[in-house]
């Protein structure tokens, strides 16, 4: 009654709405303040006038934390061996890569499969090692990878292959590892598309059980970024919309 008489009127405030109740500008209602504060906290605010009423209000300030690296990793870990391949979701080619003892994996969405697109984003990840202070120094990967050998003549990586019919176990443990978390997600939500880099965020966040640091994540030890408290819950948000005079 209380949602229902709140929509008929114009879909009022909450303070007007107890206002008109308590000086009885509604004649024979049966709804009091306390039934209006007690329908708000049951069911929420009126989705509405969240839709139609909100405005967009300025972002909040993103803090971020960047922790130095401690000089003993890149002394004893300097050298990086990366592990490569190419992973499907539904068709769409990703290249997975994931580095030995730091664990620090990528996922970089790919158009296509011809090697100068497959070497570019092995080079923008190999980028991301560097600036800390690590060097890649090799990077396995199966027959598959055999082609992208000449667009790294010029680097100081060495590319290992692996025979015919092998794999390089990390890397499809990864993959493996990545699949299974998102069909996880994909089981619980109505969602039909999911964000794939949220994945492999999580999977970067802790400290890998087979790290270089008990406490430091890949994460932190490639990026510098350390992640704080996660609080998370469900809301009906307002679409933004140009802001015009007609309705």
Known sequence: MCSFLTNIIGRPNTQDYIRYVEQNMIPNCPINKAD?????????????????????????????????????IIQRHGNVTIEVDIMYINGVPFVVMTSRHIHFCT????????????????KQVIQIYHRPGFKVQFLLGDGQFEHIRKYFADTDVTINITGRN??????????????????????????????????VVWLNIFPHRDGIHEVMSPCTIITGLHTNTVHSNSAHTHKYTRSTTTL
Do not use: M, W
Request: net charge positive; glycine share 4%; charged share 25%.
């Open 107 to 122: 996922a970089e969405l790919i158009k296509n499969e011809k090697s100068t697109t497959i070497a570019t984003a092995i």
């Open 166 to 199: 092998e794999h390089v176990l990390a890397i499809e443990r990864a993959i493996r590892t990545i699949k299974e978390r998102i069909r996880a997600i994909v089981n619980q939500l109505p969602f039909k598309a999911y964000p794939h880099r949220l994945i």
């Open 36 to 72: 209006i504060l007690h329908v708000e906290d049951i069911f929420g605010a009126n989705i509405g006038s969240l839709q139609g009423k909100t405005v967009r209000k300025k972002s909040s300030r993103i803090v971020t934390t960047i922790h130095g690296l401690p000089t003993d």
